[in-house]
T-cell receptor, first 111, second 115 residues
């Protein structure tokens, strides 16, 4: 069964620190992988999208990496800010264009 | 820029009641969809539409109906509410025929409680 697993479930870090969120998937073959940010009480907003041929994609302080061989992706946040507190969701699109959503990592930035 | 607008933001229903969750987008997107989000789980697709007059079932369609009479609107109807339908509901729209290489835009969600 196609699955997307994210770790950790939740993470607390101090403002200014870096962190890395993980996404492992079993979707094969896949079309693309996207990271979304979801603020509390809001809908998800896209951060990055990568196809199987891309290794890295950056969006400001957010850098996503993809290893299609090991079926792993990570989202690295540099110099965290209070506004980074949110849930981060990994979504994989399969070859039938169906979206497989991870449950998300809840990130809390403390001052 | 309105984007995707969902109403209401909060709703409490009694078991057996029916209601309609409204969703409207002003971006002229063809593809619209409804998801539910439950704690500890990924978003699950309820129904989707690839254009006016065309709808199809997603992963968890039971207990819900949709229609798409215009490009802009995609309402979700709960026929007879059950406590298992307590969830946060999101409407999304995107260009093209799927949320693939194009970006999906989400509404701010409707938090529904069925008692």
């Amino acid at each position: 069964k196609n699955q997307v697993e994210q770790s950790p479930q939740s993470l607390i870090i101090l403002e200014g620190k870096n962190c890395t969120l993980q996404c492992n998937y079993t979707v094969s073959p896949f079309s693309n992988l996207r990271w979304y940010k979801q603020d509390t009480g809001r809908g998800p907003v896209s951060l990055t999208i990568m196809t199987f041929s891309e290794n890295t994609k950056s969006n400001g302080r957010y850098t996503a990496t993809l290893d299609a061989d090991t079926k792993q992706s990570s989202l690295h946040i540099t110099a965290s800010q209070l506004s980074d507190s949110a849930s981060y969701i990994c979504v994989v699109t399969d070859s039938n264009y169906q979206l497989i959503w991870g449950a998300g990592t809840k990130l809390i930035i403390k001052p | 820029n309105a984007g995707v607008t969902q109403t209401p933001k909060f709703q409490v229903l009694k078991t057996g009641q029916s209601m309609t969750l409204q969703c409207a987008q002003d971006m002229n997107h063809e593809y619209m969809s409804w998801y539910r989000q439950d704690p500890g789980m990924g978003l699950r697709l309820i129904h989707y539409s690839v254009g006016a007059g065309i709808t199809d079932q997603g992963e968890v369609p039971n207990g819900y109906n949709v229609s798409r009479s215009t490009t802009e609107d995609f309402p979700l109807r709960l026929l007879s509410a059950a406590p298992s339908q307590t969830s946060v509901y999101f409407c999304a729209s995107s260009t093209g025929t799927g949320i693939t290489n194009t970006e999906a835009f989400f509404g701010q969600g409707t938090r529904l409680t069925v008692v």
